[in-house]
């Protein structure tokens, strides 16, 4: 089945520093990819869209200059948190979308741990 | 707006039941419906899918049914197993969203115990 890596798998970082996370596609090309956070005993919260080439679709509530998404090639997708703080704390997942017999898949990667001190 | 329950938080079984759990939407008409199992500290992992069109479809001993005149699916675990126990979660293709966004319902811990 398809695959998808994150790394890193955890990362603890000062409050006011930059983190960044990626998502990697490995055995197919994914046109979209998606990023996710969960809150210990919550859903998974969609917060943007990434398309390969173009500007990522942030959800609502979602600050954009404070996530920044990069989607550079068909395999790899970047999540960069800025100036995180303590509340950023939470479990980062990404996932590509691949279609298969006539809908669309979706493969989360790993997950990634962020704490925020 | 759109709106997915899975009514139980946590379920215990014992092993070699059936285990059943549930999924329920409102104000939505999805074109899919898919099950994922979330291990902890874990991303989730596709599981069956199941079209609005499909009634029931089935995967060794998982088995998805899908009423859209209920709203409803019920996700079934036949001769479970510890193994087994995890969370499950329920998702939705979100209407014109694009490539397959889906919202997620907040998920059923299943416990097995042998």
């Known amino acids: 089945g398809a695959v998808v890596s994150q790394h890193p798998s955890w990362v603890i970082c000062k409050s006011g520093t930059s983190v960044k996370i990626e998502c990697r596609s490995l055995d197919f090309q994914a046109t979209t990819m998606f990023w996710y956070r969960q809150f210990p005993k919550q859903s998974l919260m969609l917060m943007a869209t990434s398309n390969e080439g173009s500007k990522a679709t942030y959800e609502q509530g979602v600050e954009k200059d404070k996530f920044l998404i990069n989607h550079a090639s068909l395999t790899l997708s970047t999540l960069t948190v800025t100036s995180a703080h303590p509340e950023d704390s939470s479990f980062y997942i990404c996932?590509?979308?691949?279609?298969?017999?006539?809908?669309?898949?979706?493969?989360f990667g790993p997950g990634t741990r962020l704490t925020v001190t | 707006s759109q709106k997915i329950e899975q009514n139980s938080e946590a379920l215990n079984i014992q092993e070699g039941k059936t285990a059943t759990l549930t999924c329920n939407y409102t104000n939505y008409s999805p074109a899919y419906l898919q099950w994922y199992r979330q291990d902890p500290g874990r991303g989730p992992v596709f599981l069956l899918l199941i079209r609005e069109n499909e009634k029931e479809k089935r995967k060794e001993r998982l088995k998805v049914t899908f009423d859209t005149t209920l709203k409803q699916s019920l996700f079934h675990i036949t001769a479970s197993q510890p193994a087994d126990s995890a969370t499950y979660l329920c998702?939705?293709?979100?209407?014109?969203?694009?490539?397959?966004?889906?919202?997620f319902g907040k998920g059923t811990k299943l416990s097995v115990k042998p």
């Open positions: 996932s590509a979308s691949d279609f298969w017999g006539g809908s669309y898949e979706q493969y």
């Open positions: 998702a939705l293709d979100v209407k014109g969203g694009s490539q397959g966004n889906l919202i």
